[in-house]
T-cell receptor, first 115, second 111 residues
Framework: ETGVTQSPTHLIKTRGQQVTLRCSSQ?????VSWYQQALGQGPQFIFQ???????GRGNFPPRFSGLQFPNYSSELNVNALELDDSALYLC???FGQGMSTDTQYFGPGTRLTVL | QKEVEQDPGPLSVPEGAIVSLNCTYS??????FMWYRQYSRKGPELLMY????GNKEDGRFTAQVDKSSKYISLFIRDSQPSDSATYLC???????????FGGGTRVLVKP
């Protein structure tokens, strides 16, 4: 196990609703990244936080937002859910400023289904 | 064209065979390459990390990078049923460790 935990494990929402997913990073890791993994595809980078500040964002609309807290836990919020948001959402923590050589440790993911 | 591409498989091999996995990438500026293994209902876990062309070996796993062809490979020797998983190649396409993944190749090792 990586020490990265995510909650909830599964979630079902309806189109237009809002959702909050949570991640608890490995102890001491100050960088957290979120990824979206659609069924049968590789993960896609959503955004990264370093010391509570956004440190890069992928090609996702503003209705995807995040927070990182002083205890290194983090949240991913998605507003106005669409059917295409159905996916496995992964968080990954690493120690450092998010350098290319910093190993990321992934959590088990939250499976979101939008009906 | 996707930045990192993989054959989705599935790739089915008998136990003990060599598993050969490949990825191609589009941007010659990519420098670091990773292979992740993802079991069903789990998050990806890092297997191998390489920089620059050449081979890197770790136990039964060997990673190769050919920058002239923009081609990366992962070989698994003496494959075991426990190697059955999806294998993802990835690269940080810009400064930092924000990863771009291939689509993954599903591998099934039959006893």
């Amino acid at each position: 196990e990586t020490g990265v935990t995510q909650s909830p494990t599964h979630l079902i929402k309806t189109r237009g609703q809002q959702v909050t997913l949570r991640c608890s990073s490995q102890s001491g890791h100050n960088t957290v990244s979120w990824y979206q993994q659609a069924l049968g595809q590789g993960p896609q980078f959503i955004f990264q936080y370093y010391r509570e500040e956004e440190n890069g964002r992928g090609n996702f609309p503003p209705r995807f937002s995040g927070l990182q807290f002083p205890n290194y836990s983090s949240e991913l919020n998605v507003n106005a859910l669409e059917l295409d948001d159905s996916a496995l959402y992964l968080c990954a923590s690493s120690f450092g400023q998010g350098m290319s050589t910093d190993t990321q440790y992934f959590g088990p993911g939250t499976r979101l289904t939008v009906l | 064209q996707k930045e990192v591409e993989q054959d989705p498989g599935p790739l089915s091999v008998p136990e003990g065979a060599i598993v050969s996995l490949n990825c191609t990438y589009s941007n010659s500026a990519f420098q670091y390459f990773m292979w992740y293994r993802q079991y069903s209902r789990k998050g990806p876990e890092l297997l191998m990390y390489t920089y620059s062309s050449g081979n890197k070996e770790d136990g039964r796993f060997t990673a190769q990078v050919d920058k002239s062809s923009k081609y990366i490979s992962l070989f698994i020797r003496d494959s075991q049923p426990s190697d059955s998983a999806t294998y993802l190649c990835a690269t940080p396409k810009a400064a930092g460790n924000k990863l771009t993944f291939g689509g993954g190749t599903r591998v099934l090792v039959k006893p």
